[in-house]
């Protein structure tokens, strides 16, 4: 059994890509568009309950995610790449590194989960649980993620992506991964080199949660944060986010 993947390009600089707990993979076509495909081989993903992967099924945890990562791109032929994770794939990118960091070049980090994780309390997680059935409050917890800023247009849209692209199972099974997995004190040794892309208006991870944590957990970390984005920067910004990335990898070529 293998997840769900696509990739684009032939280029020698391989790159993987992680979506987060809202989006499946579809969550970078903003960006695509911009990558030399001479240049870049892209891979993206779909964790299981996700938009290609929506028929599998799993016990839901960010190390589940993780090792059908390293197992698929071993399949590949993947044996050294860089990996770009938004959200709780930001998470997710940490749990590979901590499994096998020898695979990893450098990483990119979107408005990421720590390894910490995100701990709620008990009237912020009932609201965010309420969202895996009723489009309003997703359709909230959206505005609020992306700093309450955009027009309703924008925000439905991403309800009904959200909506096409998990099932209701694997939302609420990673909901409780990401807010309460915590593998921090196994990131502290790590060397790879991560790039942190923070949005100055995220509601949830916003500058000042990074800098609590990524990077004071991590030792080979920098931060960069784009004005006025909230969690969704690729979407929001996507000439900003692909311009980092690529400055990040450039120094790789």
Same mark, same amino acid.
């Given at each position: 059994?293998?997840?769900? %993947?696509? =990739? ?37 993903v779909? %964790? ?6 929506k028929h599998?099924?799993? *016990? ?20 050294? $790449?860089?990996?770009? @994770? ?15 960091? /020898? ?12 390894a910490?994780?995100?701990?709620? &309390? ?5 609201? $965010? ?6 489009? &309003?409050?997703?359709? /909230?917890? $959206?505005?609020?993620?992306? @700093?309450?800023? %955009? ?10 992506r ?18 309460? =997995? ?9 060397? =790879? ?8 208006? *995220? ?10 944590? %990524? ?6 970390? /920098?931060?960069? =944060? ?28």
């Open positions: 059994m293998s997840i769900g %993947y696509k =990739t684009i390009g032939k280029g020698s600089q391989k790159v993987l890509f992680l979506h987060g707990w809202l989006s499946d993979l579809t969550i970078y076509d903003e960006i695509i568009p911009f990558f030399d495909s001479d240049k870049y081989t892209l891979m993206f779909d %964790y299981r309950g996700y938009g290609l992967s599998l099924t799993g *016990d839901y945890t960010i190390e589940e995610i993780a090792k059908d990562v390293i197992d698929l791109t071993g399949e590949l032929g993947w044996n050294r $790449f860089h990996i770009i @994770g938004h959200s709780m794939g930001g998470m997710v990118l940490q749990k590979i590194a901590c499994i096998n960091k /020898e695979l990893l070049i450098s990483a990119v980090a979107v408005t990421p989960v720590p910490s994780g995100l701990p709620l &309390d008990a009237d912020t997680s009932a609201f $965010f649980k309420k969202s895996a059935d009723d489009d &309003d409050v997703l359709a /909230e917890l $959206f505005d609020v993620l992306s @700093g309450k800023q %955009y027009s309703r247009a924008f925000i439905t849209q991403l309800t009904k959200a909506r096409s692209a998990l099932s209701r199972q694997a939302m609420l099974g990673y909901l409780e991964a990401w807010t309460r =997995t915590d593998f921090s004190g196994d990131v502290t040794t790590l060397d =790879t080199d991560i790039l942190v892309i923070a949005g100055e208006n *995220d509601g949830a991870v916003g500058p000042d949660v990074l800098s609590d944590t %990524y990077l004071k957990q991590l030792k080979n970390v /920098e931060m960069m =944060t784009i004005s006025g984005a909230g969690h969704y920067p690729m979407q929001e910004t996507p000439v900003r986010v692909f311009t980092l990335i690529e400055n990040h990898l450039s120094q790789y070529a």
